[in-house]
């Protein structure tokens, strides 16, 4: 582990492996081991760069805005990356991908933004409100069932219930200000606007299952990125890395040349 500090922040990475750097972000809903499975694998290739997102872990909290927490990350970029590293961004941190590629996009290579999307329609942002109020009210305990229940599909837990504890002890881990303060950006993000301006070489995938951010929400993504590709995992959910490790690595192993 080690602790890049910038701008009088600080950032929490985890490095391994060896090659061109790859830079992975996290979701909201997890931390940066929701990648462990695929680590491995990347790291034969790659430099992999684990960060935990402003808030998390050691990282110094961002904010108010998903473009704070994009101009936190790029701040880091000299110090973090030997060049542009190529960007595997899941959930919350494919939001702050975008951002990064829109507003810093020089600094970067390709993206994998997965299972993410650019804004939320009015019906997916009042879960956010809805955690933001809980955990602020009574910690993050409040919301770990029902956070469960959005980064897997139900067949998985049925197959998997050993993943509601594995998932309780991240949550309960995470600071619930900062959570909050996540909650709040995303509930009022709306990077639409500004998905023109990415230049750079872009996959969008998506869980066909996922629930937290549906795949019409990817294809919209997709869309608007020009040049942007999409792949869809069957029966996933908010987290291919984690929960189909294997299918998500098939999905971008051509794409970032693995």
């Given at each position: ?77 000299p ?17 702050i ?22 804004t ?24 770990v069932?029902t ?12 197959r ?34 500004a ?25 919209d ?19 291919p ?18």
């Amino acid at each position: 582990m080690t602790i890049l500090r910038a701008t009088g922040t600080d950032l929490d990475v985890e490095e391994s492996g060896q090659g061109r750097d790859l830079l992975l972000l996290h979701s909201l809903l997890t931390d940066r081991g929701s990648f462990a499975r695929v680590v491995p694998t990347l790291g034969k290739s790659r430099r992999v760069l684990l960060a935990a997102l402003p808030g998390f872990d050691r990282s110094t909290a961002a904010g108010p805005t998903i473009e704070d927490y994009a101009d936190r990350i790029a701040a880091f970029l000299p110090s973090l990356s030997r060049g542009k590293p190529d960007v595997i961004a899941n959930g919350f941190g494919g939001v702050i991908a975008v951002a990064l590629a829109a507003r810093h996009g020089d600094r970067i290579g390709r993206l994998v933004l997965c299972d993410t999307t650019a804004t939320f329609p009015e019906a997916g942002r009042v879960p956010f409100r809805n955690m933001a109020a809980a955990v602020e009210k009574a910690g993050m305990s409040a919301i770990v069932d029902t956070a469960v229940k959005r980064i897997f599909s139900p067949d998985y837990l049925l197959r998997h219930p050993e993943a509601v504890d594995e998932r309780r002890a991240v949550l309960l881990r995470a600071d619930p200000r900062h959570f909050a303060g996540a909650c709040r950006a995303l509930a009022t993000v709306d990077l639409r606007p500004a998905l023109p301006k990415i230049a750079n070489p872009a996959l969008v995938v998506v869980g066909t299952l996922d629930s937290a951010t549906p795949p019409e929400l990817a294809r919209d993504l997709a869309k608007g990125i020009r040049g942007a590709t999409l792949r869809e995992i069957p029966d996933c959910g908010h987290c291919p890395p984690l929960q189909e490790p294997e299918k998500f690595l098939a999905a971008i192993r051509d794409f970032l040349e693995l």
